[in-house]
C-alpha cells in the first residue's frame, strides 16, 4: 500500500526549514508522495496569511522546484484549501486526499508548535481515525516526534527579516510582488 502524505501550513512564506521537512520525510521513505497544502484560512492562527493563497502557492512551487529532482518529483502543490470557501478543517483536506488515493495510507504530518492545540482542531477525533498524524519536532517545542533535526526557523522570522533562509527563486519572487519588507 502506497503512502500519501499531507503536509499542510500557511507558507508565508515557504523557507529552507519547511523544505528540510519535506526532503527528510521522503528520503526516510515515511511517504512514497507528499501533497504540499497550503493553508487557505487558517482558524488557529493569531493573524492570516500576509500573502494572498496564489502568491503561496506560487513561492511554494518555486521551492520544491528548488530541490534535488529526486525529492521534488514526489511532491504535490495541493491548492485544495486556498481554492476552497471559508475555513480551512485538516478533516475536509484528508476526507479529499482519501477520495482521490483510495488504496493510499494517508500520513498528516503536523509541527509540534501546531500540534499543541490539536485538541482545538475541526472533528479531530474523526481526524485522528481517518490517517496517521506523525509530529515533527520543531525547536523550543517540548512535544515527543519525528525527530528530522528540524531547523530553528520561522516564516515570521522569514517576513521581518528576509534573511537567506528561503531559497534564492523565492526570495526573488518576494522581491518581485512587494511582499513582507524588501529582502536585504
Known sequence: MAAVGIYGGTFDPIHLGHLHVI????????????????AGQPL????APQARGSQRRAMCQLGIDSLPSHIRTRVEINPIEILREGPSYAI??????????PDSEIILFVGSDAYINIDKWHRVEELKKKCRIIVIQRPGYPLEGLDISALDISATQIREELSNQIP????????????????K
Open 92 to 101: 475536509d483536506t484528508v476526507d479529499a486526499v482519501t477520495a482521490t488515493h
Open 168 to 183: 534564492e527563486s523565492v526570495a526573488h519572487y518576494i522581491k518581485e510582488n512587494g511582499l513582507y519588507a524588501s529582502p
Open 23 to 38: 526532503t527528510q520525510v521522503l528520503e526516510r521513505k515515511i511517504v512514497d508522495h507528499l501533497l504540499v497544502v497550503p
Open 44 to 47: 488557529l492562527r493569531s493573524n
